[in-house]
């Protein structure tokens, strides 16, 4: 294994303990410092220091800084509409029969009122207090406003948890999926979807932002939600590269094998800085994907101008759509 300079960071690594880290990158898509550091024994890759509190960033900061809003706006309910329905098309298998499921992270409960639409028993859970009371407000849903750690719920109450471009922002995606293993049934299947640090597709400039404190590729998702108890079942990835959806099956934590397993991922950490040096501007626009997300963008902004425009509320919006 190639060894790059090694640098200190303030916390080990979360999938495999170690703390030979090298510096990935000293600044953010917005142009301001943030230091991004790989574990140089698995390929983990997250934001040291942390460039904000985690907790207090989402509990208000969050909806205002991305999106400039505390409730969802007619657009955005569109936009989430839209990706709802295909979020349900990934589900595939695992939705054939009504479930009892939680979604984490519910935003402006587009996704969760599909579901419960669909027949199934959805729980949800979002820090955000505007988008959470509008979601309760708008669509009748059960959504708890808070982090998962401080969820109301029993061990064992969920056949199905979702976790859509959640675990990313976290402070410690480890505890969150442990929490998630304990409030799934025996068996119980947890769906992540995360950005990979593989993709290519956006501006070499943009790969790293504060709101992002982790970064995976499928090999550290998969080798944390093992050191936690979950078996990889099934994994897609998005058609530009962008993002993966990686399904897990809940196993029995077996305390003694965990203790003895040894997480490191040879070869991971060379694999991500080699992926990331050589996406370079030069490279990146002589791709097509520059120009695409260019036009898509465009066309998008007209479109949801004219599915808007006799907007009267977020719940005849959906239904209309997800009829
Ligand atoms: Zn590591």
Redesign the pocket.
């Known amino acids: 294994m190639q060894r790059h300079q090694l640098e200190t960071c303030s916390q ?7 703390s030979n880290v090298a510096v990935l990158a000293t600044t953010s898509r917005s142009g301001n410092a943030l230091r991004t550091v790989i ?6 890759v997250w934001s040291d220091p942390f460039p904000h509190n985690p907790r207090s960033f989402y509990e208000d900061d969050y909806r205002v800084a991305y999106k400039g809003t505390f409730t969802p706006k007619p657009k955005h309910i569109l936009r989430a509409g839209k990706v709802a329905l295909s979020r349900r098309a990934l589900l595939g298998k695992w939705i054939e029969k009504p479930v009892k499921m939680l979604d984490v992270g519910t935003g402006g409960g587009e996704f969760a009122y599909l579901m419960q639409t669909l027949g199934h028993d959805v729980s949800g859970i979002e820090p955000n207090k505007g988008y959470a009371e509008y979601s309760r407000e708008e669509y009748g849903l059960k959504v708890q406003i808070g982090f998962i750690q401080d969820i109301n719920q029993a061990p064992e109450s969920f056949d199905l948890i979702t976790i859509w471009h959640v675990l990313e922002h976290t402070e410690n995606p480890h505890d969150v999926l442990t929490k998630l293993h304990s409030l799934l049934k025996s068996q119980g299947i947890l769906v992540v979807e995360v950005p990979t640090i593989e993709a290519t597709c956006q501006s070499p400039k943009s790969t790293f932002h504060e709101a992002h404190i982790f970064n995976f590729n499928l090999a ?1 998702l998969n080798k944390l939600a093992e050191k936690v108890g979950f078996t990889q079942v099934e994994h897609k990835v998005s058609a530009d590269g962008a993002n993966m959806t990686v399904f897990f099956r809940k196993n029995a934590i077996n305390e003694s094998a965990k203790a003895q397993q040894n ?3 040879p070869g991971n950490a060379d694999k991500i800085i080699k992926i990331v040096k050589n996406h370079t501007a030069i490279r990146h626009y002589l791709t097509l994907w520059p120009y695409q997300r260019f036009f898509n963008r465009m066309s998008k902004a007209i479109n949801e101008k004219l599915a808007t425009a006799d907007f009267v509320s977020g719940k005849q919006l959906l239904d209309k759509l997800y009829t």
Do not use: A
Request: with cysteine.
């Open positions: 080990p690594c979360t999938v495999c303990g170690g574990c140089q024994d698995c390929g983990m550290t997480f490191t991922i």
